[in-house]
């Protein structure tokens, strides 16, 4: 258990609607980073907030967007899906801004299937 | 833009052999660190290496940083099926910013 909680565990939905997953990252970690991970592919950086604001931009669509709330919980929204943006969705987490300086510790993942 | 390879995609071993997979970048690197994703799993972190030419061992594990800081290499010896899953390596550069770049990963399947 590493410590970071992602909910929810599994997502159905339709293309074009709206989605919000969660993130909670590891207690005093004040960074948390966005992945996704298409099917058998590699980690792509969607994004990272640092305390509150956002420190770096990935690939991330303009479709997608987060935040950073003061408990230092996330929110990744993705609206107007489509079939492609179907992969499992990774929260991880550091105790500072940089983002390769640190060990990331990652979520448990929120598994997305757009029908 | 920086980008990171691992080469192979993926590594078919008999249980009690060694491999290497290694990590390539297109830019010189600060740092680079290793994970593991087993299957199902999320990736948790192994090591990271900072130094040119550092070298750590973990238990059956040697990791190595190369002199100019833009490879890195993972060796395993005596593979058990422990060690089946996923290996990324992910680098930092200032080419890309603040922030990790991974590698697409190295797939591990062990024949007992």
């Known amino acids: 258990d590493s410590g970071v909680t992602q909910t929810p565990k599994h997502l159905i939905t339709a293309t074009g609607q709206r989605v919000t997953l969660r993130c909670s990252p590891r207690?005093?970690?004040?960074?948390v980073y966005w992945y996704q991970q298409s099917l058998d592919q590699g980690l792509q950086f969607l994004i990272q907030y640092y305390n509150g604001e956002e420190r770096a931009k990935g690939n991330i669509l303009e479709r997608f967007s987060a935040q950073q709330f003061p408990d230092l919980h996330s929110e990744l929204n993705l609206s107007s899906l489509e079939l492609g943006d179907s992969a499992l969705y990774f929260c991880?987490?550091?105790?500072?801004?940089?983002?390769?300086?640190?060990?990331?510790?990652f979520g448990p993942g929120t598994r997305l299937t757009v029908l | 833009g920086q980008q990171v390879m691992q080469i192979p995609q993926y590594q078919h071993v008999q249980e009690g052999e060694d491999f290497t997979t290694y990590c390539n970048s297109s830019t010189t690197l600060s740092n680079i660190q290793w994970y593991k994703q087993r299957p199902g799993g999320h990736p948790v972190f192994l090591i990271q290496l900072v130094k040119s030419g550092e070298v750590k061992k973990q238990k059956r594990l040697t990791f190595q940083f190369g002199e100019a800081k833009k490879n890195s290499s993972l060796h395993i010896t005596a593979t058990q099926t422990t060690d089946v899953g996923t290996y990324f390596c992910?680098?930092?550069?200032?080419?890309?910013?603040?922030?990790?770049?991974f590698g697409g990963g190295t797939r591990v399947l062990v024949k007992p």
């Open positions: 992910a680098g930092l550069g200032w080419a890309a910013g603040n922030k990790l770049t």
């Open positions: 991880a987490s550091s105790v500072a801004g940089t983002g390769g300086m640190y060990e990331q510790f």
């Open positions: 207690s005093g970690d004040l960074s």
